[in-house]
């Protein structure tokens, strides 16, 4: 939606983003990590992901409505 200039969100904001997914990411991150001996996520790490991933998904659906994005015309 940044790409195609639908929303513009400030620069910090973009860079915590990147931040967040980048923890998720890594070797030991939420979507590469395992529930194992050894492992270094938890339930609260995997909860915090869930609840932020939502909020920012609802954050973008918000913006983008603001925007005048039709969600029903692009769902086909």
Known sequence: ME????IDLHQALKEGFDKIYGWTS???GIRHGFFGEGSDVNKEDASFMLVAASAFVNYLKEKAIKAGV??????S
């Open 70 to 75: 039709d969600f029903k015309a692009s769902d």
């Open 26 to 28: 890594d070797e030991g």
């Open 3 to 6: 790409k195609d200039k639908i």
